[in-house]
């Protein structure tokens, strides 16, 4: 059984690869992996790499920036889609209490 650790480590280690073979260093594959966070994410900046074969470490954290923005957004997203759904309950439902004195 692949355990989740294992997974992000091994996405991990296929970013850091990517980044190596694009000539720049381990260290910024590693730092762009941590920011990232996930490894969908980080399969998504492998498929950047891998495509775009981007020439300048900018590139490479920009792209990053861009997921990561994403993903936030998405978060965020699903976090008002509860809220809201919450409060249209509250209004469907009331809170609970009785009206009655």
């Known amino acids: 059984m692949i355990t989740?650790?294992?997974?992000?480590?091994?996405?991990?280690?296929?970013?850091?690869?990517?980044?190596?073979?694009?000539?720049?260093?381990?260290?910024?594959?590693?730092?762009?992996?941590?920011h990232l966070g996930s490894p969908k994410a980080m399969e998504r900046m492998i498929s950047y790499l891998d495509y775009v074969k981007p020439r300048s470490e900018e590139l490479i954290v920009d792209e990053m920036l861009a997921i990561r923005s994403e993903i936030d957004a998405w978060r965020d997203k699903?976090?008002?889609?509860?809220?809201?759904?919450?409060?249209?309950?509250?209004?469907?439902y009331g809170l609970g209490v009785d009206d009655e004195v």
């Not at 699903?78 to 469907?92: F, H, I, Q």
């Open 78 to 92: 699903k976090a008002a889609e509860e809220a809201n759904a919450a409060y249209n309950e509250m209004l469907y």
């Open 4 to 34: 989740n650790q294992m997974i992000w480590k091994r996405t991990k280690d296929e970013l850091v690869g990517a980044v190596e073979r694009l000539g720049f260093p381990a260290e910024l594959g590693e730092a762009v992996a941590k």
